[in-house]
């Protein structure tokens, strides 16, 4: 028997995890087990900073090398996981070594969705923007005068929109749904976020989706779309979501549900394996989320270390969730699944905005466009439960401190 705790995934919520661990003077074995080459690493300014040339890698880990020796910390880079046997409390490594666990934490994230090989998904130069790899990929392709296809106008596709025109590159989006963020944000922030990127020169076309990419030896070369036009291209990056990676969990008889099952606690259906950030499906009010986003991963991974080192805290998940698009700061706070309502107000700044969801008459959500006040103040209502006075939002003139009061 063995109190060591295997994690599967090296990206924030596993890295967060080991190190609250560590902090809390848990002393048992850690081993974390990544896919990728290198050590765990902060991903947002991957396709911000870093690819804009603003920030080196170095910069972006989360601790130095030799962190993880100091710590007891093990790390096996550039391996995963193929097989957890939950009877032997076992996991089976790709390169045939078997380690025994005691607690097991998956911590598998998500992948991005890719494109089908039948409408040009293989073809060279078709990006997604996700790890170190993508990011490295895409630097390269990101020169002035050059010509991208962004394929989906959620948060994904217009952040590396904004960093293409940054670059000096020609920028399309397409986005077959009614309208940009539709799935995300109110009508009200969408249109703040068009307007701004038509106004950096980005060609956006919604309700227009993609019918197949063309190639010419092999590359990207052109886009057909689904209005019959067709459009040159040097390369496309696709931001259509992302799927978690539940799939080792479902091989291993634990319950998944686009994504693993989990109890407040982030206990999976087996009571010696937990699962935390984007590949966990968590209790929320009358159901159950999966929320992508750092913060949460970080939270949830801190509340699991909290639990596997004797606490008995529940996670209680406060959403929120940032967007960084040329100089303009979109921060989220709350989950506006199910709004019904919303109120628009202007900041005490030029181009400053705020959208208010509610649902049956209770806030639920704020997006505050480079509004700090407008996100501070939502998320403290948010947090102590307070349910603002609508006449206020909708008085432009009124100091939003009233609704704290």
């Not at 097991?104 to 130069?125: C, E, F, I, K, N």
């Not at 109120?343 to 905005?353: D, K």
């Not at 209770?362 to 609508?390: R, S």
Request: net charge negative; hydrophobic share 45%; glycine share 8%.
């Amino acid at each position: 028997m063995t109190d060591r705790l295997i994690i599967i995934g090296a990206g924030q919520a596993g890295f967060a995890m080991a190190a609250k661990l560590r902090a809390l003077h848990d002393t048992r074995p850690i081993t974390i087990i990544g896919a990728e080459d290198v050590l765990p690493y902060q991903r947002p300014p991957l396709s911000k900073k870093y690819l804009l040339g603003e920030m080196t890698f170095d910069r972006l880990l989360f601790r130095p090398e030799h962190w993880y020796p100091d710590n007891n910390v093990e790390i096996r880079l550039a391996t995963w996981v193929e097989q957890i046997d939950r009877d032997k409390k076992q996991v089976a490594l790709q390169d045939g070594s078997i380690l025994d666990y005691g607690t097991l934490a998956l911590t598998t994230g998500s992948a991005p969705r890719r494109l089908p090989a039948a409408v040009g998904g293989d073809l060279d130069g078709v990006y997604v923007a996700r790890d170190k790899r993508d990011a490295d990929l895409l630097a390269n392709e990101m020169r002035p005068g050059r010509r991208v296809l962004i394929i989906g106008g959620g948060y994904i596709g217009l952040e590396a929109a904004a960093v293409a025109r940054y670059r000096g590159l020609e920028v399309t989006v397409i986005e077959m749904a009614d309208r940009i963020l539709q799935r995300v944000a109110a009508k009200e922030t969408a249109d703040i976020i068009r307007a701004i990127h038509e106004s950096h020169d980005v060609v956006i076309r919604e309700k227009t989706g993609l019918k197949r990419l063309v190639g010419r030896d092999g590359h990207v070369c052109g886009a057909e779309l689904s209005d019959g036009s067709v459009i040159e291209i040097d390369f496309a990056i696709v931001g259509i979501g992302v799927v978690p990676n539940d799939q080792l969990a479902k091989e291993a008889g634990l319950d998944v549900a686009n994504g693993i099952l989990v109890n407040e606690f982030a206990r999976t259906s087996d009571t010696s394996i937990f699962a935390a950030g984007d590949c966990a499906v968590q209790p929320w009010q009358d159901g159950r989320i999966r929320l992508e986003s750092v913060q949460n991963a970080v939270d949830q991974a801190e509340a699991v270390a909290a639990v596997i080192a004797g606490g008995d805290a529940p996670y209680d998940p406060k959403p929120w969730f940032w967007s960084d698009q040329y100089d303009v700061k979109l921060q989220i706070a709350g989950f506006n699944l199910g709004y019904d309502e919303t109120f628009l107000r202007p900041g005490a700044r030029e181009g400053a905005h705020s959208v208010w969801y509610f649902r049956n008459g209770q806030f639920i959500a704020v997006d505050a466009i480079n509004d700090a006040k407008a996100y501070v103040t939502g998320k403290k209502l948010l947090e102590t439960k307070i349910n603002p006075d609508k006449a206020v939002l909708a008085d432009a003139a009124a100091d939003l401190k009233q609704l704290l009061a």
